[in-house]
């Protein structure tokens, strides 16, 4: 397996459990001054047909016949991810699937990769929020042997002591140079400053501290606790009959173990008070990244297809509120983005931006001027339209190959979603009214409380945001560990 193909196949795992956030990447490919016009209907999507069968072990298998090209897509979903970390073993999900494809009882790592390399296939996985993900991609003539390498990964990982090591040193490598980039810092501190201790509070890497603590003993443990069949979910899509696939699923993972009780989710976390402003001082940084958020709703919410469409509207890629402010009316930046952070307890609603050092301020307020006008008056008939196209005409394109459809299916089994959700929609989006997106600003755009995380240079930055409020300080070392600052103090 390429290193090409592998980080290929853990940016498909990851965007397979939605976050909610809109798509950054559209931030910054326009340079037009004017937005785009609304463009037509997008065309109806038909989802392909499913069988579903729930093996005697409790995993539950989804197939569906795909015959435009000769692959095969599998997608295993396992209810537990960084959330479920233990307290002081942050990381370990990370860890634990980071060793999957580094050897298994049978096959070192580097057979592994020989055979999979040769075969032209993808195998990799990744730990999310609530979960984790296995992933693999094979030619339908190599379905036997794709299917053996993958069951291998995941009912015999080896756990190699030298993988280990090898694996947390390149996450602790990761880890320490992530402190340059201000992104990176304001995501890190963002999370424990909105949450705290709560399960959300830190990201699927770990910190330092937490990632060096890890042994065998702990991700042997995770292991056992979460790789097991009783919740999980397979997803199984390519060109081969249904009962064919069924037949052959079964017999890799019919004898896999069930593990016990099931994985229960986190309580919900705590919304801040007022506003909290925490200035992470990066004293090299030449621009400042900016966080303004509050904890919102939960991935099952009834209202989050109309709440995608109000974060569409505010910050969803250009002619959104906040671009249109903060970018074309302003030159501030030149990216503005929000989202929901869908998650199985709810999550947070925030908004993101970056600016140059010395208009921090006046960045800041300008923000927190869309944020209030938005929250007070909602959005126009144009801007509800516009949000309306740009979603429905991008739903397609989230479909087009298996490996989108595999992770859509897996995510709302996982989050206990009925399938027809997919099918329903475009329809959803364009039945949001505009009651419907006042009243979700109204109640989830973080305006007079809201968590507040600036990165940047502090001794130039503080002076503009004395007008704010209190600020509290830290460095980029200081959002880790347990002595973190939290925005209500926990």
Not at 260 to 286: C, Q, W
Not at 341 to 347: D, E, H, I, S, W
């Amino acid at each position: 397996m390429s290193r090409s193909s592998r980080a290929a196949l853990v940016l498909a795992c990851a965007a397979s459990v939605a976050v909610g956030c809109a798509p950054r990447g559209a931030l910054f490919g326009a340079s037009r001054s004017t937005p785009p016009s609304i463009g037509p209907p997008a065309a109806a999507v038909t989802m392909p047909r499913v069988t579903e069968r729930v093996l005697a072990n409790g995993l539950t298998v989804l197939v569906s016949e795909y015959h435009a090209l000769p692959i095969m897509r599998f997608h295993l979903l396992l209810p537990g991810g960084a959330a479920y970390d233990p307290a002081g073993k942050e990381g370990v999900a990370e860890l634990t699937a980071e060793l999957l494809d580094q050897g298994t009882i049978r096959r070192s790592a580097e057979d592994l990769a020989r055979e999979v390399e040769f075969l032209g296939g993808q195998l990799g996985a990744d730990a999310g929020t609530d979960f984790s993900t296995v992933g693999g991609e094979f030619l339908s003539k190599d379905f036997d042997a794709g299917l053996d390498l993958f069951s291998d990964v995941v009912l015999h990982p080896a756990f190699r002591a030298d993988e280990l090591k090898r694996t947390r040193g390149l996450m602790l490598a990761g880890l320490v140079s992530g402190r340059d980039n201000p992104a990176t810092v304001a995501e890190t501190c963002y999370a424990r400053w909105l949450y705290g201790a709560h399960p959300y509070g830190h990201l699927s890497r770990g910190t330092e501290g937490s990632v060096r603590r890890l042994g065998g003993p702990d991700v042997q443990r995770f292991y056992a606790r979460h790789y097991v069949p009783d919740h999980a979910i397979l997803v199984v899509i390519g060109d081969a009959p249904s009962a064919d696939i069924l037949a052959r699923v079964e017999r890799a993972f019919g004898g896999w173990k069930r593990g016990g009780a099931a994985v229960e989710p986190p309580a919900a976390p705590s919304r801040i008070s007022g506003r909290r402003i925490l200035l992470v001082d990066k004293p090299d940084a030449t621009q400042t990244h900016i966080r303004i958020g509050n904890i919102a709703i939960a991935r099952t919410d009834p209202s989050y297809v109309a709440a995608n469409v109000t974060s569409t509207i505010l910050g969803g890629g250009f002619g959104a509120r906040l671009i249109d402010e903060l970018r074309v009316k302003r030159s501030l930046t030149y990216g503005a983005w929000s989202g929901f952070a869908a998650r199985k307890a709810p999550g947070d609603f925030r908004v993101g931006t970056f600016t140059k050092v010395e208009t921090t301020g006046e960045a800041l307020e300008v923000a927190l001027g869309v944020l209030d006008g938005f929250a007070a008056k909602g959005a126009t008939s144009e801007e509800l339209a516009r949000a309306q196209s740009l979603l429905t005409g991008q739903f397609p394109k989230q479909l087009e190959t298996p490996g989108a459809v595999a992770g859509k299916l897996a995510e709302l089994a996982g989050f206990g979603l009925p399938r027809s959700d997919l099918e329903a929609y475009p329809a959803r989006v364009n039945a949001t009214s505009l009651a419907d997106v006042a009243r979700l600003a109204r109640r989830w755009v973080p305006t007079a409380d809201a968590a507040i995380v600036v990165v940047g240079p502090a001794e130039r930055i503080a002076p503009q945001l004395a007008k704010f409020g209190t600020v509290e300080r830290t460095t980029p070392a200081g959002c880790e560990g347990p002595q973190a600052p939290t925005a209500a103090g926990r």
